[in-house]
């Protein structure tokens, strides 16, 4: 990489597995540029962003082999994005949205998604969601998703949902709710808890039986 360009090499393609169809990509782009060993990128925040949209794949495939930058960072009512095990970072007020096993991050008000086994984490206020097996953070008033065997977790006031199989806490005057399977009715169905009712406590971690009634993770 060099300044705001990233240089992409035919062989270091080839070495890394790359598909005919994508080196056929690569030759044509090449061609355009009067080259044929190697392509030049503009990777600036425009540059980057453009050849997300348009070839989402493609990065995501550059991005997991670190042949293009993996991290992306936006300041205030920004918008950031990043491939499979990237690491996504916005200011207040912005959207983070990272790929699988990526980790995102936004200030309050903001807007946190990661793909499956993801890290997702928001400010007061704001939005946090991953995939199967991800973990959700949310400050107080926030709302906390993740997939089946996730951990969600929020705030004072906030809601926290999970998948099957999954945890869920929240703060004073929050909500928890996880996925279960019914197995008499062979369905599932959604566990539902507020902070300071039927025994449900502040900032304790709790999962679901197989008879829909939560309990605490620890067992106590």
């Known amino acids: 990489m060099s300044g705001v360009y990233v240089w992409l090499r035919r062989s270091e393609l080839v070495a890394a597995g790359a598909c005919s169809d994508g080196l056929a990509d690569f030759d044509r ?14 990777w600036d925040s425009l540059g980057a962003a453009l050849a ?7 990065c995501a495939w550059l991005a997991a082999k670190s042949m293009i930058p993996p991290t992306s960072t936006s300041g205030n009512g920004g918008t950031s994005t990043s491939g499979n095990g990237g690491t996504s970072t916005s200011g207040n007020g912005g959207t983070s949205t990272s790929g699988d096993y990526g980790t995102s991050t936004s200030g309050n008000g903001g807007t946190s998604t990661s793909g499956d086994g993801g890290t997702s984490t928001s400010g007061d206020g704001g939005t946090s969601t991953s995939g199967y097996g991800g973990t959700s953070t949310s400050g107080d008033y926030g709302t906390s998703t993740s997939g089946n065997g996730g951990t969600s977790t929020s705030g004072d006031g906030g809601t926290s949902t999970s998948g099957y199989g999954g945890t869920s806490t929240s703060g004073y ?3 928890i709710r996880i996925r279960w399977w019914c197995g008499s009715t062979q369905r599932y169905r959604l566990a539902v808890g507020y902070v300071g009712e039927d025994g449900i406590e502040a900032d304790v971690a709790y999962v679901v039986r197989d008879d829909g009634r939560l309990v605490r993770r620890d067992g106590r």
């Open 52 to 58: 997300w949209q348009s070839h989402p794949e493609w």
């Open 29 to 42: 782009l090449a061609a355009s540029q009067g080259r044929s060993t190697k392509v030049r990128l503009t």
């Open 173 to 175: 005057g929050g909500e």
